[in-house]
Antibody
Framework: QVQLQESGPGLVKSSETLSLTCTVSGGLNSDYYWGWIRQSPGKGVEWIGCIHYSGITYYNPSLESRVTISKDTSKNQYSLKMTSVTTADTAVYYC?????????????WGQGTQVTVSS | DIVMTQSPLSLPVTPGEPASISCRSSQSLLYSNGYNYVNWYLQRPGQSPQLLVYLTSNRASGVPDRFSGSGSGTDFTLKISRVEAEDVGVYYCMQPLQIPWTFGQGTKVEIK
């Protein structure tokens, strides 16, 4: 069973860049997309974006101007960078595995990491 | 974006009794392949969400058969035939048809 583990700073200052990394047991399988989802009391559950083994990326249009997802297959990792953060970006951030082959689902989630943006 | 609207937002339930959660989408989730693209997730307290149902009515691996999904177009339902104590948590519907994938607000199920 795949395991995903988020890592990164839990506190980021407003206007700075949020950076998180997800380490995937077993590697970045090309059958899946590797995504980021966040959850906050104010916005609920929000899909951020994802990346495929091939490098194809999809982003939430509402965040696309500030978000970059990249991967390092040699380390079994992929990363999220979000620039110019505000307090509205405070949330629990999950890395998650997505299937986009017609079934379309998120079937595995990391445990989540709390990121707080301080003003 | 496709808006997913769930009801009720809170659902007190009695163990052994049935329960039902509704989800309505702002656009049809019926794709040209005949499938309706709605998934259901359960987030138990302190845990990450887990997939219960995909493509409206298909139970994910390991999900008990007391869970069933139905619906078409813009109206969908998740039913629990007999609620058990382990079913408490927040249930989310989600549409994976159109980017961005979007989630409902969540329905909190708790034992009476």
């Amino acid at each position: 069973q795949v395991q995903l583990q988020e890592s990164g700073p839990g506190l980021v200052k407003s206007s700075e860049t949020l950076s998180l990394t997800c380490t995937v047991s077993g590697g970045l399988n090309s059958d899946y997309y590797w995504g980021w989802i966040r959850q906050s009391p104010g916005k609920g559950v929000e899909w951020i974006g994802c990346i495929h083994y091939s490098g194809i990326t999809y982003y939430n249009p509402s965040l696309e101007s500030r978000v970059t997802i990249s991967k390092d297959t040699s380390k079994n990792q992929y990363s999220l960078k979000m620039t110019s953060v505000t307090t509205a970006d405070t949330a629990v951030y999950y890395c998650a595995r997505e299937r986009r082959d017609g079934t379309n689902w998120v079937d595995s989630w990391g445990q989540g990491t709390q990121v707080t943006v301080s003003s | 974006d496709i808006v997913m609207t769930q009801s009720p937002l809170s659902l007190p339930v009695t163990p052994g009794e049935p329960a039902s959660i509704s989800c309505r989408s702002s656009q049809s989730l019926l794709y040209s392949n005949g499938y309706n693209y709605v998934n259901w997730y359960l987030q138990r307290p302190g845990q990450s969400p887990q997939l219960l149902v995909y493509l409206t009515s298909n139970r994910a691996s390991g999900v008990p058969d007391r869970f069933s999904g139905s619906g078409s177009g813009t109206d969908f339902t998740l039913k629990i035939s007999r609620v058990e104590a382990e079913d408490v948590g927040v249930y989310y519907c989600m549409q994976p048809l159109q980017i961005p994938w979007t989630f409902g607000q969540g329905t909190k199920v708790e034992i009476k």
